[in-house]
């Protein structure tokens, strides 16, 4: 639209123009020394027009001519940028198949015609960490990459603290991480390899106090945050079982999630046992026992009868109520023979754990029965069970003789006289 208001009006100004000189054309006189030159004044106007578009365009070819090693240089940069655009995409697809050495090579060579070299660096240092060989190199990588007018320091640092946990350097990598959490505390990557930090470095207390933010910013995936949750609170309940409190242990069991409190079986029994070490017995057969009637569990079941309680007659009554709905279980059998045994009911104890023999021939077991036969002075069946548990053990195929106790051999070794095992009192 412009344009054709444009092309009117010019149109109109020509007409207008060219019919006023036509009525009167004018008088131009020029004269220097003995020349004289007489025109009319519309000539004139046409020839100084068209010697203004002449000289404006030699001019403009003079310009275009004194450009011409710049637009040459600009072409270049502009052909060099985008082959370092295709080296970089094509070093990546190099890393991806495990090409380390020549995608390094193809990184550094195209870094410095690239719009983000910190980007070539940064990968090249990835390529020669994978190289193991190489680290010099990856730390000059590094530094060019820090050096570079496009550098995010960052993810610059970032790269260097994955590359000190890969190393096993977790202790240079801390502060490292700490300080950079303090300038972006919510970061996710930060919070991540701040944790795999804590993590390497066993520190589970800072690790506990980071676990709400890592999860708030989903820094990791949520399996990943489990298994490293269960960590920090296993590690955490071993420290306060080495070297605490009762009261420190307390505070830990109710601060830890209810998904391990209810569902980890090491972590119950590891409780338990630190319970019991602080001389709280009867509170870890109450947590035991609480567990295993909310969901059957074979590990907190043998746990159960490793507690060295002074009821033990109390904890048999307990167990052996639990044979109406796992009568065949070896583990129960094997926790019924512990506590038969340290009840001094010898006969009960030598039914219940040759029955978990023959279910389940385990070291544990034939260790009990072993232990039982030696205090009834029958040496030759004791050796023969700490033989066969010993076997077990190594990971060494049983003997036909001595993979379990058969009813017969048991019966003799009973004597004629034996008779059922009495019920606990």
């Not at 060989?133 to 994955?162: F, G, T, Y």
Request: net charge positive; hydrophobic share 40%.
């Amino acid at each position: 639209m412009k344009l054709l208001f444009g092309t009117l009006i010019t149109l109109f100004a020509s007409v207008w123009v060219a019919n006023a000189l036509r009525k009167d054309p004018g008088y131009a006189m020029f004269s220097t020394g003995t020349w004289t030159v007489e025109t009319s004044f519309a000539f004139l106007v046409l020839v100084l027009t068209v010697l203004f578009i002449v000289l404006y365009g030699l001019v403009r070819l003079i310009v275009k001519l004194w450009q011409v090693p710049s637009w040459t240089s600009a072409l270049n940069r502009r052909r060099l940028r985008k082959k370092a655009r295709q080296s970089y995409n094509q070093s990546v697809g190099q890393m991806a198949a495990g090409h380390w050495a020549s995608a390094e090579k193809a990184l550094v060579k195209s870094a410095s015609h690239s719009d983000a070299p910190a980007l070539h660096y940064l990968n090249a240092a990835q390529a020669a960490h994978r190289l193991e060989d190489v680290k010099w190199r990856r730390d000059l990588h590094l530094r060019e990459a820090e050096n570079s007018p496009d550098a995010d320091k960052l993810m610059v640092q970032l790269a260097r603290a994955e590359f000190l946990l890969d190393d096993g350097h977790a202790e240079q990598a801390r502060p490292l991480l700490e300080s950079l959490r303090a300038h972006h505390p919510h970061h996710p990557n930060v919070l991540q390899w701040l944790a795999k930090t804590y993590q390497q470095l066993k520190a589970w207390e800072p690790l506990q106090a980071l676990l709400p933010e890592v999860q708030k910013q989903r820094a990791v995936g949520p399996k990943p945050f489990v298994e490293l949750q269960r960590q920090t609170y296993h590690g955490l309940l071993e420290s306060a079982a080495g070297g605490g409190s009762l009261e420190k242990l307390r505070a830990l069991w109710r601060q830890a999630p209810t998904a391990l409190r209810e569902e980890d079986e090491e972590f119950l029994i590891g409780y338990a046992s630190a319970l019991c070490d602080y001389g709280a017995v009867d509170d870890a057969e109450k947590l035991l026992r609480e567990a295993i009637n909310r969901r059957w569990s074979d590990k907190l079941v043998v746990g159960y009868g490793m507690l060295e309680r002074s009821h033990a007659a109390a904890q048999l009554t307990t167990a052996e109520g639990w044979l109406a709905r796992q009568s065949n279980n070896p583990y129960l059998l094997l926790t019924l023979g512990r506590l038969a045994k340290r009840c001094r009911q010898t006969d009960k104890a030598r039914d219940y754990l040759e029955r978990s023999i023959q279910l389940l021939p385990t070291p544990d077991a034939y260790q009990e029965l072993g232990e039982l036969l030696q205090s009834l002075h029958e040496p030759n069946g004791a050796l023969q069970c700490y033989q066969t548990g010993l076997r077990l053990m190594v990971g060494k195929p049983l003997e036909k003789q001595g993979a379990m106790l058969p009813a017969e051999k048991a019966q003799q070794l009973r004597g004629p006289e034996a008779s059922k095992p009495a019920p606990a009192t």
